[in-house]
């Protein structure tokens, strides 16, 4: 954990985790208490596409995608305060890792399997769960991925049981902790 950075530089906040972990919610949740500017990767790439992101993988492949999610990261503004929520996948490549890094505090969105699973596949827009066994697939994925949210977050937060406004407050709550410099933020909440 990287504390250092935490209390050096905790001026943004990136969301990491896997499909269904909450982050595009959450990140609305905290754009709404911080005022932080929001940035979303799907987002951004879906909009320089001009497509939604099942039919990027489907037109473009998974490695444009990938390449694009890069570029979204990269060519972000960095002057501002800013939530970034990021795909599942970001973590697959170190070159993103160090943008985050660079600019974040990184919290990883975490739940027990099941809850991410069920959560993930209530709507059918993850093309990498579009095949014949998508449990199987999620699983494998998690599990080539767990090390990965683990060896670059800051701050994990378990979301199984909280709701997205409960979650928010959690990550505020630990950043006031470490010292982040957001005890002005947690002011700002509303409920
Ligand atoms: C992906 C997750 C998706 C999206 C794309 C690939 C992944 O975002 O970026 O479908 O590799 O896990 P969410 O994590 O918001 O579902």
Request: aromatic share 6%; proline share 2%; charged share 30%.
């Amino acid at each position: 954990m990287r504390y250092w950075m935490v209390n050096r530089r905790g001026r943004s906040i990136a969301l990491i985790g896997m499909m269904g972990a909450g982050k595009s919610s959450v990140g609305r949740c905290l754009h709404r208490r911080t005022g932080f500017v929001l940035h979303d990767t799907d987002e951004i790439v879906s909009a320089n596409f001009g497509m939604p992101i099942p039919e990027i993988f489907t037109e473009h492949g998974e490695e444009k995608f990938r390449e694009a999610e890069t570029g979204a990261l990269r060519h972000m503004r960095t002057e501002e305060q800013m939530i970034i929520v990021t795909g599942g996948g970001i973590v697959l490549r170190k070159e993103n890792v160090d943008v985050l890094r660079s600019q974040a505090v990184i919290v990883w969105l975490d739940a027990d399997e099941k809850t991410l699973f069920a959560r993930a596949s209530q709507k059918r827009n993850r093309p990498l769960l579009q095949t014949k066994h998508p449990r199987k697939a999620f699983s494998q994925i998690l599990g080539s991925r767990r090390t990965l949210y683990a060896n670059i977050a800051d701050i994990r937060i378990d979301t199984s049981a909280l709701t997205d406004e409960e979650v928010a407050v959690a990550i505020l709550t630990k950043l006031r902790r470490m010292n982040c410099k957001s005890e002005s933020l947690i002011g700002t909440e509303t409920s």
